[in-house]
């Protein structure tokens, strides 16, 4: 019996790492297509940068904006995939499922939460100083 990939040569590490990042940026785009809730924190996080600029805001402020940005982002995506393979294991409607669904939504609510705490710190002065 002949396997299919007998012939194939083995990847080289680097094609394997270049393969790993061109996976991560297809689950990216993924999450960006179907999310409505990735779409607007992207939205939010766009704005927050335009007024990021618009402020002057310092070193520090740009590297907690850019920091909670980040975070709010990547709950947004592991909640994704979190209630994906929930829905795969799991078709039928199942109270632990349906908890399992809220512990990661809660994650991004209190990751949402936090940024804007933060961003209310950062930019609230600015605004009021007007």
Known sequence: M??????????????????????????????VKTQINLKIHLLIAI???????????????????IL???MVISAEIFNTSIEILT??????ENKKAGRVKDLAAGAVLVSAIAAVVLGLLIFLPKILSL
């Open 47 to 65: 704005v927050v940068i335009a007024v990021g600029f618009f402020f002057g805001i310092s070193k520090l402020e740009w590297l907690i904006i």
């Open 87 to 92: 829905d795969l294991v799991s078709p039928e």
């Open 68 to 70: 909670v940005i980040g």
């Open 2 to 31: 002949s396997d299919q990939f007998e012939h194939m040569p083995d990847q080289s590490p680097f094609r394997k790492r270049l393969d790993s990042f061109g996976h991560a940026f297809h689950g990216i785009l993924f999450a």
